[in-house]
């Protein structure tokens, strides 16, 4: 353990020194609430002895009576940056679009790229999940290889497939071994970085089709093929997406098995509204910007609204914006069309009555 002392300074505060260096600073609030301000990004942990954790504990800083450390601000973020341009994360080509709002979700993510492990990202639908990978992949030049799973989906149309063929040199009827998408990944993971994104996995009906998968994350890391021919995995990083179980139709529990082999599992809900009006700008820029951050209020209210329980994702507000921005829908119109039209009839009241909570002209622009 090391030597800790802690010194007040007269002005409320006291120096918390750890072996004779200075590490923080405390500060008692006139409310009994205790403040540990640490002096650098990098220090990530402060150390308390017992005495000082009962005497903190009594002056209501929360700190737990048997802590030996308390753990301070997150470390420093060193070499996993979000390039940032005029405020909005860098596009670095025309078709992946950076999300807004999201930095901690993406942060995560690169993180995760970063040290090879295999993802799980669970998110409702149009929260960005894809259009992130799509993203990351494009501005750090990875290669991306993406499996969408629909209930029709097994072995031979996601690994890869034997067809009839005829034999090159005396024509007899023999068979041929096609690449489908997952055995191409894992072949272009050779060359460079590669992400295998199995988008809707739990889309998957029958457990035994992960099984196929499971070599390939686990320390055998190699795929066979049908054939019997193997291919070992290169830099290849597996991430799977999926909307939360129960709460979609057609959804299933993942194979508990295959859960486990993808470790790193970050998290992405919807942004807050002002970050989704942003992004709604950033996506359509002719758009006023107060109907912006109207749209995206009344999604953020149809989201928290109890009686509403179809997601509603941000193609949605994307279309309604667009709709708008057309000129040939009035507010109340592509509202109707774009968002009311959505949702199953019994919750279309409902949101109709959120809409009607602003007093809006048929430009979206509030009512004086
Ligand atoms: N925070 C955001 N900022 C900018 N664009 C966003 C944001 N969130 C979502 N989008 C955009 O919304 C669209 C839908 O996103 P995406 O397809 O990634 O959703 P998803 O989570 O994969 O949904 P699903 O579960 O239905 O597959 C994309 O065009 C994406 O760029
Ligand atoms: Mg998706």
Known sequence: MPSVTLTPDGAGNACLTVDGTSVATVSIGANGNVGVMLPSPDTTDVYVTRDMTDSLTNKGSGIDASATHITGRKAKRPDIAIPIEDGIPVSPSPGAFPLIGQDDYLYDVMFGMRERKH??????????????????????????????????SNEDSFIGTQLPAAHEVTGAPTVEWVDRMIASAVRMSHDRPTVLLIDEINRIRDVNEYASLMPLLDGTARLTLATGETIDKGDLVLVATANPPQEYVGTNELDPAFENRLPWTP???????????????????????????????????????????????????????????SGCYTW???AERALVAKFPDDERQPVRNILAMWNVDEAGLPVA
Not at 121 to 139: N, P, Q, V, Y
Not at 276 to 302: F, N, T
């Open 119 to 152: 993802m799980a990202i669970f998110g409702d639908t149009g929260c960005g999940k894809t259009a992130s990978i799509e993203w990351l992949t494009a501005l750090l030049n990875w290669n991306l290889v993406i499996v969408s799973i629909t209930p029709g």
């Open 267 to 325: 998290s992405i809900t919807y942004p807050a509204f002002a970050d989704e009006a942003l992004a709604l700008l950033s996506r359509v820029p002719s758009l006023d910007a107060s109907v912006a951050k109207r749209m995206a209020e009344v999604v953020s209210k149809i989201r928290k609204a109890g009686e509403i329980t179809h997601p509603v994702g941000f193609r949605t507000l994307l279309m309604w914006a667009e709709a708008m921005v």
């Open 332 to 334: 109340s119109e592509s």
